[in-house]
């Protein structure tokens, strides 16, 4: 039930746009998706219920598409800060339980 | 309100040995959750309470493992005997919202757990 991450890892320059998709086999109620630096906790970023909502804050946005089961994270004009590993969990319909994809590690380099 | 808090912070112990995990959630937080992390396995669920009571603990990974919640301030997670594969990070997070109900979870620093 583990959700599917992509890609693995990606490394950006200062002010390049990036995406990180998420996708489950399981029909979905919500994704949330966490960043984690190295070495702290993971925090919040926003959680998408179904129905095909976008959100976003600052330059991070995320939408759901219900129907494919997917949901993606866009990071635009990436800021140094931006670098850490982003997850994204997501609570099947029907489920109590919450699973974590393995993670999108982004660099952003000077 | 100072967060999440966790202890102990680091934890090395030895095969068979029991280990206990404590976390105070933030005051006023209905559902409070532990994770564990691990390089192989990534962020796993492990069991949530809402207002002290179990919800959901198929994450649990094996009967060694127990949690418990007897007040609103406080939880344990613990493990009887411990393994060298127990070792981790172990998170404990907070929300005001369960998963249903589109919840922030606020993560506690974590325990990192090397059983030897």
């Known amino acids: 039930q583990q959700p599917v991450q992509s890609p693995q890892a990606v490394i950006l320059r200062e002010g390049e746009d990036a995406v990180i998709n998420c996708s489950s086999s399981k029909a979905l109620y919500s994704v949330h998706w966490y960043r984690q630096k190295h070495g702290e906790a993971p925090v919040f970023l926003m959680i998408?219920?179904?129905?095909?909502e976008q959100k976003g804050h600052d330059k991070i946005s995320a939408s759901f598409n219900e129907k494919k089961q997917q949901s993606s994270l866009y990071l635009t004009a990436s800021q140094l800060s931006y670098s850490g590993t982003y997850f994204c969990g997501t609570e099947s319909t029907g489920a109590n339980n919450l699973f974590f994809g393995t993670g999108t590690r982004l660099t952003v380099i000077p | 309100d100072a967060g999440v808090i966790q202890s102990p912070r680091h934890e090395v112990t030895e095969m068979g040995q029991e280990v206990t995990l404590r976390c105070k959630p933030i005051s006023g937080h209905d559902y409070l959750f532990w994770y564990r992390q691990t390089m192989m396995r990534g962020l796993e669920l492990l069991i949530y309470f809402n207002n002290n009571v179990p919800i959901d603990d198929s994450g649990m990974p094996e009967d060694r493992f127990s949690a418990k919640m007897p007040n609103a301030s406080f939880s344990t997670l613990k493990i009887q005997p411990s393994e060298p594969r127990d070792s981790a990070v172990y998170f404990c997070a907070s929300s005001y919202i369960g998963l249903a109900g589109s919840g922030e979870q606020y993560f506690g620093p974590g325990t990192r757990l090397t059983v030897t």
């Open positions: 998408l219920l179904k129905g095909g």
